[in-house]
């Protein structure tokens, strides 16, 4: 399965969640897309269900199947609540992480910047976007980076502080995971135990 670069809209008008951030859209046409798409009133499958969730956590950190898999793989075996830790380990993510510290807007662009080589990590490029950050690795704008106006634009105003998990240094344009994020501080409305439930079945 390739990176979904379709209309944000439909897919969020199909999972009922403004999952790219604020979506107008949900606003006026809040049931899913398509010719009969206001007329659908089926009760949706246990199955449906917890597939849905899936699908909303996949899109709204942009991972693809396998990616996700072996994310959900490696949160099995780990020590704690399984749905807990594929939450901690998506937003480790590298490219969720630049999203998080407000220098790009949405995980999309997060991604971009992380492609295109104007991040670091702890002084050293990378442009690898699911790179896995550590608590104590410093997260910062690449030096000839730091005058683009996207990132100017994006950290104008934004509010460093609703995330207590993440600690902003405006001297060096970066910040650190101090730690893995708890549950109640993520403000993702996801389902994961649906999703821990999915994968149970197969």
Not at 128 to 148: D, H, N, T
């Amino acid at each position: 399965m390739a990176r979904y670069t379709g209309p944000k809209s439909k897919i969020a008008r199909k999972l009922g969640e403004p999952i790219y951030g604020e979506d107008k859209v949900l606003s006026k046409k809040n049931y899913p897309p398509g010719q009969h798409g206001a007329n659908r009133r089926r009760k949706m499958s246990e199955y449906g269900t917890q597939l849905r969730e899936k699908q909303k956590a996949k899109y709204t950190y942009g991972v693809l199947e396998r990616q996700f898999r072996n994310l959900f793989k490696k949160a099995s075996s780990s020590k704690g609540v399984t749905g807990e830790v594929l939450l901690q380990l998506l937003e480790a993510r590298l490219d969720n992480v630049v999203y998080r510290l407000g220098i790009a807007r949405s995980r999309a662009a997060a991604r971009q910047l992380v492609l295109h080589r104007h991040i670091t990590v702890n002084g050293r490029v990378v442009n690898i976007p699911s790179y896995s950050v550590v608590p104590g690795e410093l997260v910062a704008v690449r030096e000839k980076s730091k005058s683009l106006e996207v990132i100017q634009d994006s950290l104008a105003g934004f509010n460093h502080a609703k995330y207590p998990w993440i600690e902003w240094d405006q001297n060096v344009m970066g910040g650190k995971l101090i730690h893995e994020p708890q549950r109640e501080d993520i403000p993702e409305n996801i389902k994961e135990q649906l999703i821990v439930e999915l994968y149970s079945k197969q």
